[in-house]
């Protein structure tokens, strides 16, 4: 640009509500994406893709609320006389959608897995995002589905938080079906879902609160009482379930539910999910949402404030709105984008690395460079990820660049190496400290293997 | 739905344009898509991610021609007070404006790859998607960047396609400074956009079209037949540098691009490119691009029909709309969803595997699921992907299900099993039989390790 013309360059700030990373951020944030893949693939779970962009008559088939209000809606362009479009806001409609289209090439039960990005105009806040990673794994049934799935969803779960390591955690577990036919039990005229409403706010409203609101519903003290006295059912998990069955609720839904939920624990149990990481709580009801059996939360123990980071459960009928087929089907969801934006901000991450390359080669002379890159090969076929600094640099400048990326390995190559066929390999040993050796070319991959 | 009761669905039909695929060929799509950022890896090159919608003036800020037109728009929602924003048409925009952005955080040279969906409105077309992965991989320096990347870049290209095992390929390499000086060394009033137009078109146009469109641009008899004679430089590498050589042209941009191909090729040839599979071509232009120096097309030997499968180049200035900083770059990008759908039309992929899942392992009874899951928990820590079939069906039903998954193994529990500790293991041997074998539980997953 010459001297003294003004340009103005556009706002290259990411928009609020988007979340953009820097490289060492993002090789953090990608490998607990990595993980929950993988453990999702574990499980016999297979990976699907839909477009970001769904007809807007399919976005908005099923009432969702405020969420409706939220669709970024997208205008037609080229020859394109289909309907208006808009983005996802989550991975069930497009997977109802998916079932709904290619119902007769899939086998049932159905395993899937999506982890993509979804949309919400939301009003700005800290820590709500406009565009989000969600993880769902869903296993939908054709007709029916076992119960026994309702058991291999949250173990997949605890496969994924044991490997995630952010300390102990604790999945809670319950039945919808339980609260409903306990509810429809007490024979009082207010709908159930307004009962649900106010069960939902149980554990952020106080016992008075709770009474009050409960009685401007018109139940009376004794059902109130009744609600209370369920709500204290405590203890292990065999004493919740002993204490649900003695509470003797006469109604056919609550006997479904309580042996659901048996079922569930049962399965779990055989899946290895160790009984302290879950927890029956005849609590949970997961908000007025459209779960009919199992429901399912997830608490970092030691971060009780971040809620609940991974909840889901059982629906009746996933595509209902899109097909005849009755579609059942169990599953769950990680907000990704809004998780890794709470643990770092807790420092339950560290983003120390800051290049994907495993080993940086440094050639001390432009001569070496050939020599480099010999060797870059010998390291990537041996499974390396290797960086090789091909620019003009003083040396200085090059060793700032290692400083920088901060990788496990760095390799110099001057001509002394050259000559003996060598290269001297740092490394950081035990403790931090950094560990000079020759090695030679021939032996480099192995001896770096048996380092790490 | 009660009977009678009419319910009209809306279309679930994916949008035309986009591409939606079936479980078995999303298991093969995400397989290249695995090697080609595994590939990027192995090189250094870290990972990015950035939001799908860009401001509208980011998106706008060069005159990108066409694609300007087919920007999908997006309204602004919540109390959204910024200006309207889009969806982004490449990866090279939100490049620029990272880079712009987050400068003082990065070091340089800096090599990052990213693969996501790009979106253009385009006109419905065959082959041509309005939904598309785009597989980015590119190297920024600050002030410079040493020309020995650009040998780097097709390095990676080459590794990333004897992977990806299509067969044969030829990378194509030339550099436009050339083209550029040979042009102004013609001394034609003709702007050099315009010659470099028609010499874009050469392998499209007969020789006479050749001819006549540069007469109409004012060319002399001898200024075409000093191009004809350029572009009849064939031969092996070394005979085309020695050919570009003895054409001796006297001008600056001519000699400066000669002397970065030879380094080009000197160092490719250092990084393992066998000399094979990349061809250095004068012919290439890469359209009206705003490539400067070297530039890239790679051809399956094979497939020549479906043109260039992977292109790009060098730049002088990345972000100069957004920035002051000068970044000069080279990279390369592969339209994946389009060479998808064309190598499946030529049957050059086949979608096999229906499931994510190495192993499926069926319960002959309800009574063996608890078996069928501790066996599942061992096969995972083994790092298999295992589907337990939990569903209540007869024993045909759940042959049909492990007939239409087809996965490599499928473990069979039943009461004899259970009795003798062990399993029933089937896998297609040799030749693709069928072989069946008992096999102690607690030896499986090194049987099944020695088997794959």
């Not at 709500?231 to 509470?247: C, M, P």
């Amino acid at each position: 640009m010459s001297a003294g013309v003004k340009k103005d360059f556009p706002a290259t700030k990411v928009m609020s509500g988007f979340m953009e990373l820097l490289p060492e951020e993002q090789i953090e944030f990608d490998l607990m994406k990595d993980k929950i893949l993988e453990t999702f693939h574990s499980f016999g779970y297979t990976a699907l893709d839909t477009p970001v962009m769904e007809r807007l008559e399919i976005l908005r088939a099923k009432d969702v609320g405020e969420t409706a209000t939220q669709i970024y809606e997208i205008e037609p362009r080229g020859e394109q006389t289909e309907s208006k479009s808009g983005l996802r806001f989550d991975l069930t409609v497009p997977l109802a959608r998916y079932v709904a289209e290619h119902f007769a090439d899939l086998s049932f039960p159905f395993r899937r897995c999506h982890i993509a990005k979804v949309y919400r105009g939301e009003r700005a806040q800290k820590g709500r995002f406009r565009e989000f990673y969600q993880c769902d794994v869903d296993v939908i049934g054709h007709g029916s589905l076992s119960i026994r799935y309702d058991a291999e969803i949250p173990s997949i779960i605890y496969q994924l938080f044991k490997k995630l390591d952010f300390g102990k955690f604790t999945i809670r577990v319950n039945n919808r079906k339980l609260l409903q036919g306990l509810v429809d039990s007490l024979g009082c005229e207010a709908s159930t879902e307004s009962i649900l409403g106010v069960i939902d706010r149980i554990e952020k409203i106080s016992s008075e609160q709770f009474g009050e609101q409960l009685k401007e519903l018109g139940l009376t003290g004794e059902m109130t009482d009744k609600l209370i006295k369920f709500f204290e059912i405590k203890g292990t998990n065999a004493e919740v379930l002993d204490g649900l069955k003695s509470f003797n609720v006469d109604n056919q839904d609550y006997i479904d539910g309580l042996s659901e939920l048996v079922t569930a624990a049962e399965f779990m149990k055989a899946l290895g999910v160790e009984e302290d990481y879950y927890k029956i709580d005849p609590v949970i009801v997961r908000g007025l949402s459209y779960y009919t059996g199992t429901v399912y939360e997830t608490v970092l123990d030691d971060y009780p404030k971040l809620g609940s980071v991974c909840s889901g459960g059982r629906y009746d009928n996933l595509a209902e709105h899109y097909t005849k087929e009755k579609l059942p089907g169990v599953g769950i969801s990680i907000g990704l984008t809004r998780l890794f934006h709470q643990i770092r901000e807790i420092g339950l991450v560290e983003c120390s690395k800051k290049t994907a390359a495993d080993v940086i080669i440094v050639p001390k002379e432009d001569a070496n460079i050939p020599c480099a890159l010999s060797v870059s090969q010998l390291l990537r076929a041996g499974g390396f990820k290797v960086d090789v600094l091909l620019e003009d640099m003083n040396i200085k400048k090059k060793f700032k660049y290692v400083d920088r990326k901060d990788s496990r390995f760095t390799i110099v190559i001057g001509r002394e190496e050259e000559d003996s066929s060598s290269v001297t390999l740092s490394y950081k040993g035990e403790g931090g400290k950094f560990e000079k050796l020759q090695v030679a070319q021939s032996e480099l991959a192995d001896k770096m293997k048996g380092l790490c």
